[in-house]
């Protein structure tokens, strides 16, 4: 769902007048950081021993979050940041609660692929670990199954403060107002 929260922050950005151009003005460098953190935990979670070893599957999401954080910090001037900072922190709490494995909550995992069901029951997803219900702070992990006729997927609630913020960030950041331009000016009048 979150390559889809990007086209409706465009459409929203676009609905108030923002320009598709700002995007351009964002630093370079906060995706960057999130793309270099990504890559480290693809590594990471490819090393020798990673599907038994916790300590390294936390290390995984710590570095992907902590690349995040830090994009989030360098704009965090912009509506929506904060959100995605938010949604980010209720994953990686819910991930280092269950051993670096995100948890699902096996009653609402029916609608997903059946080899992924088959797997997530066997144990054998990297990423994801079953939950048979809820306890404690289970309820960040993914709880939430998308009704028909949306893609089969199961989210957490730290998806969806995270999608929320990456559609208000990316329309906050087309509405950006170059310095000293004021929005008269910024609109062509």
Known sequence: MLPVAVPIGILLG????????????????????????????????????????????????????????????????????????????CNLLAIALHGGRMPVWTAVAGRVAAAARAELQAGTLLAHVAMARPQGLGWL????????PLPAQVLSVGDLVLICGVVVFVASAMAMRPAGVSDRQASGA
């Open 141 to 148: 992990g993914d709880v939430i199954s998308l009704p028909a």
């Open 14 to 89: 676009w609905l108030r007048r923002g320009r598709i151009e700002n995007l351009a003005r964002l630093d370079g460098r906060a995706l960057g950081l999130v793309v270099a953190a990504l890559l480290v935990r693809l590594g990471l979670e490819r090393a020798p021993g990673a599907a038994t070893s916790p300590a390294l599957l936390v290390a995984a999401e710590v570095v992907l979050y902590g690349g995040i954080f830090g994009a989030v910090a360098m704009h965090r001037h912009l509506r929506g940041a904060w959100l995605v900072g938010a949604g980010g922190a």
